[in-house]
Nanobody, 117 residues
Framework: QVQLVESGGGLVQPGGSLRLSCAAS????????MGWYRRAPGKQRELVAR???????VYADPAKGRFTISGDNAKNTVYLQMNSLRPEDTAVYYC???????????WGQGTQVTVSS
């Protein structure tokens, strides 16, 4: 089993920045992919970005040019740097972890990000 703990959410003004962290523990040897998803009010959960242990990254369109995903393999931690935040980025952000057969075997509890003036 793998446990994921997110941190770094909060309230930020439009145009501001936040950095989310997700630390994995447990059977981390089984993880080769980690990602960030979000669920906005009234919407389905959607991919934000994903990264492999080798450093390959995928961004969803809303994240391109504003968000950066990075990972620290030694710490089994993935980060999401979010810049130029917009009100529409308001959502609960979830960390996921898995492997090439199932990217999302494990989920964190989520962290709230609210972008508002």
């Amino acid at each position: 089993q793998v446990q994921l703990v997110e941190s770094g959410g909060g309230l930020v003004q439009p145009g501001g920045s936040l950095r989310l962290s997700c630390a994995a523990s447990g059977s981390t040897y089984s993880i080769s992919v980690m990602g960030w998803y979000r669920r906005a009010p009234g919407k389905q959960r959607e991919l934000v970005a994903r990264i492999t242990r080798g450093g390959s990254v995928v961004y969803a369109d809303p994240a391109k040019g504003r968000f950066t995903i990075s990972g620290d393999n030694a710490k089994n931690t993935v980060y999401l740097q979010m810049n130029s935040l917009r009100p529409e980025d308001t959502a609960v952000y979830y960390c996921s972890a898995g492997n090439r057969y199932d990217y999302n075997s494990y989920w964190g509890q989520g962290t709230q990000v609210t972008v508002s003036s």
